[in-house]
């Protein structure tokens, strides 16, 4: 059984920031996340960017970086699919763990824009 949940990001982040998505009730593995940003894109910085991840439980289950080299730039209004976590186990929250959003920021990179949304899909095992 696969469910979807989107969040949605009314805010600038302006800094490293964690934010508790849901608790899925039952055992549940990542299988996809996406991001987008309306009306304004993220540039790479060798230096200065954001790096996204969702969390199952503490570990990291898929990410997106700003840094030149990784993931990179990401266009307004274009989805960006985060990169799963290799290893299945670090996909797999706990029925009473949660799934959860982090960005955190590195140097002195800008605030990611104020509108977006983060969808993301998991199974039930």
Same mark, same amino acid.
């Given at each position: 059984?696969?469910?979807?949940?989107?969040?949605?990001?009314?805010?600038?982040?302006?800094?490293?920031?964690?934010?508790?998505?849901?608790?899925?009730?039952?055992?549940?593995?990542?299988?996809?996340?996406?991001?987008?940003?309306?009306?304004?894109?993220?540039?790479? *910085?060798?230096?200065?960017?954001? =790096?996204?991840?969702?969390? @199952? +439980?503490?570990?990291? /289950? %898929?990410?997106?970086?700003? $840094?030149?080299?990784?993931?990179?730039?990401?266009?307004?209004?274009?989805?960006?699919?985060?990169?799963?976590?290799?290893?299945?186990?670090?996909?797999?929250?706990?029925?009473?763990? *949660?799934?959860?959003?982090?960005? =955190?920021?590195?140097?002195? @990179? +800008?605030?990611?824009? /104020? %509108?977006?949304?983060?969808? $993301?899909?998991?199974?039930?095992?």
């Amino acid at each position: 059984e696969r469910d979807r949940y989107t969040h949605q990001i009314v805010a600038a982040i302006a800094a490293t920031t964690t934010v508790k998505l849901l608790r899925p009730g039952r055992r549940a593995r990542i299988v996809g996340a996406e991001i987008i940003f309306h009306g304004a894109g993220v540039t790479q *910085d060798p230096t200065n960017y954001y =790096t996204i991840e969702v969390l @199952a +439980g503490a570990n990291v /289950a %898929a990410s997106w970086s700003f $840094l030149t080299g990784a993931q990179g730039t990401l266009a307004a209004d274009t989805f960006g699919s985060l990169v799963l976590h290799a290893t299945d186990a670090n996909r797999i929250v706990a029925g009473s763990g *949660d799934i959860s959003f982090r960005a =955190t920021k590195t140097g002195t @990179a +800008g605030n990611l824009p /104020a %509108a977006g949304r983060l969808n $993301l899909s998991f199974r039930y095992v």
